[in-house]
């Protein structure tokens, strides 16, 4: 499966931007290819389950957030076709969610495998995933107060407790 | 007895030094629930590197993301940041960077293989592989000038060249490894103990590890060819064209379980010397960075704009990391980090389900995990409200017994 077959498909069934990045390596200069794309929130679902026509259980790494000033971009990084040297393509999808309606739907169902990252962004970025059963807090401890959220860039960043941390920690666990 | 109970096991952990948390459900001797908690080391790395750093100041601060992949964070991220610029790396620092990835994984599998031994008793065998290991820790000291933090890397290349001397001297131990790797194959591969503790316990079915996204080891032992230097070559990997280890190379067949954990790294310690041997007969000649003068490296990065994901096999699996920088602006606009053991914790639940308390240190530790040790593990008795404590001793006590019982009954 090469390159041009993937943008091919994809430009077939979607209405997307798509940018492909290539790099070479070493002596031989083998060419490695990473695809963007970026497509709307209401094609979010069916893109994903277009990956699945790419390979039977295509690769999740991660999801990346990115704060925009009005908006949140979410980076999903997929890669198909693994196994053979040089074979695997990086399909990286970005959608952008406004900052007044942060929704997105939860891919655990179709990929089990990406429940810790779509935890991970949802207490981070404060992204709500539609149909993500478990929602609890992965990597903030279970006490952080609600509607703060770390990797955002706007008010709702938890400006007071840089650097007091400690204390925050301390006035909870008074038993320890 | 129908009732069941919960165990909490961590924050810190039975297999490594760092915290973790697992409640358990068992009943009785099995475990019929898992369930997986983390954010105890979160130290908000990306955060700095979003926030306060410079993109160069940020290859030391992935340096420190963890002390035994302490070579793929910053190599996945100068990678990635490389790929915004469009910086080209000369091929003499492809190939540095790849002998130095290599003696990484060398020592960091030697150092799971010790831990694993020490898992399930046997000490004698943690310390000889210990010992094995420090020979690659000394040549990690003598190219770079420190046995974990390497700070070798730079955008745009390496910081420190291969001299015809420092390759002799890899060469040599390379002979070393070779020479002492049947030792290490006949303790691990041929030892009944080893086998009857590790064979089928904690198993992941090759199709669990596909709907997981497991990555490295643990994936390959389950019979799925992942490997990021094959599917997705960078660096020298590209010339060298890399075959992914799965234990049917080994014996033909794939359980899945902690023993094919155990030979796809010992075999990959072998892959490792053949491509450290390979790259330094095939060293092309020239210069080891882009660009020397860092204030104008420094400014290039501040005028550049874009993304850009690197990808790196850590000898835990898949490493990403995903850059984006904005004009004008120092820190990243976005960072995001991920280990091999963020897919890799998943994985955990099947493989520990319907298994024995006394085969959670070794499962556990199969999988190299990469963030976390226990000290004590609280039993919670939910019908009766009553608690009581097992010391990280008397589980580690419950794991020898094991060893043990089945010494004797299985002869």
């Known amino acids: 499966m090469n390159v041009s077959d993937i943008v091919g498909e994809i430009e077939k069934n979607f209405k997307a931007e798509i940018k492909v990045v290539e790099r070479e390596y070493g002596k031989k200069k083998v060419k490695q290819s990473t695809i963007f794309v970026r497509i709307e929130r209401g094609n979010f679902r069916k893109f994903v389950e277009f990956l699945f026509t790419l390979q039977q259980y295509p690769h999740f790494s991660v999801i990346s957030a990115t704060d925009l000033g009005g908006e949140v971009e979410l980076v999903y990084h997929f890669s198909v076709g693994y196994g053979d040297f040089n074979g695997e393509k990086m399909v990286s999808l970005g959608v952008t969610l406004p900052k007044s309606d942060l929704r997105i739907e939860s891919i655990t169902d179709l990929i089990p495998g990406a429940l810790i990252s779509e935890r991970e962004i949802h207490e981070m970025v404060g992204v709500e995933f539609i149909g993500l059963k478990d929602t609890r807090h992965f990597f903030l401890p279970e006490n952080w107060p609600e509607g703060k959220y770390p990797w955002r860039r706007d008010e709702t960043f938890p400006d007071e407790m840089l650097n007091k941390l400690y204390e925050t920690w301390r006035e909870v666990d008074k038993n320890e | ?411």
């Open chain 2, 1 to 411: 007895m129908s009732e069941n109970y919960t165990i909490p096991i961590g924050p810190l952990h039975p297999a490594l030094h760092e915290p973790i948390t697992l409640k358990l459900e068992v009943s009785g001797e099995e475990i019929v629930g898992v369930d997986i908690f983390c954010s105890q080391v979160h130290r908000g790395i990306e955060w700095i590197g979003m926030n306060r750093n410079n993109a160069i100041q940020s290859i030391y601060l992935a340096e420190r993301v963890c002390g035994i992949c302490n070579i793929s964070h910053p190599f996945c991220m100068v990678d990635a940041v490389e790929k915004v610029t469009n910086i080209e790396v000369p091929e003499r620092a492809q190939y540095i960077r790849t002998i130095i990835a290599e003696l990484e994984r060398i020592h960091s599998h030697l150092l799971w293989a010790g831990v694993a031994a020490h898992e399930i008793g046997f000490d004698t065998v943690f310390h000889y592989t210990w010992a094995l290991r420090e020979s690659v820790m000394d040549l990690v000291e003598y190219l770079t000038g420190n046995r974990v933090t390497k700070a070798i890397f730079m955008i745009g290349g390496v910081r420190r060249d291969i001299s015809e001397e420092g390759a002799k001297k890899i060469k040599e131990g390379m002979r070393f490894y070779l020479e002492n790797f049947h030792k290490i194959e006949e303790i691990y591969l041929h030892d009944p103990t080893i086998r009857m503790r590790t064979r089928d316990v904690g198993i992941l079915t090759k199709k669990d590890a596909l709907k997981l996204c497991a990555v490295g080891p643990v994936a390959r032992a389950s019979g799925v060819p992942k490997d990021v230097r094959q599917d997705y070559p960078y660096a020298a990997y590209a010339d060298y064209g890399l075959k992914a280890i799965t234990p049917d190379m080994y014996n033909g067949e794939v359980h899945g379980d902690v023993f094919d954990r155990i030979i796809v790294r010992l075999l990959e310690v072998k892959q490792s010397v053949d491509i450290i041997n390979w790259a330094l007969d095939n060293m092309p000649s020239g210069s080891i960075l882009a660009e020397k003068n860092l204030v104008k490296l420094k400014i290039m990065l501040k005028k550049a704009e874009g993304e850009g994901v690197g990808r790196v096999e850590a000898p835990r699996g898949e490493d990403i990391h995903y850059v984006r920088l904005k004009a004008g602006e120092e820190p990243f606009l976005s960072w995001k980090i991920r280990a091999p053991t963020y897919n890799n914790v998943l994985p955990w639940i099947p493989m520990l389900l319907g298994g024995q308390i006394a085969d959670v240190p070794i499962v556990a530790a199969s999988t190299d995990p990469c963030m976390s040790c226990l000290n004590r593990v609280t039993v919670v008795d939910t019908n009766k409200k009553k608690e009581f404590e097992i010391t990280k001793e008397y589980m580690h006590e419950q794991s020898i017994k094991k060893t043990r019982r089945l010494m004797r009954n299985g002869q």
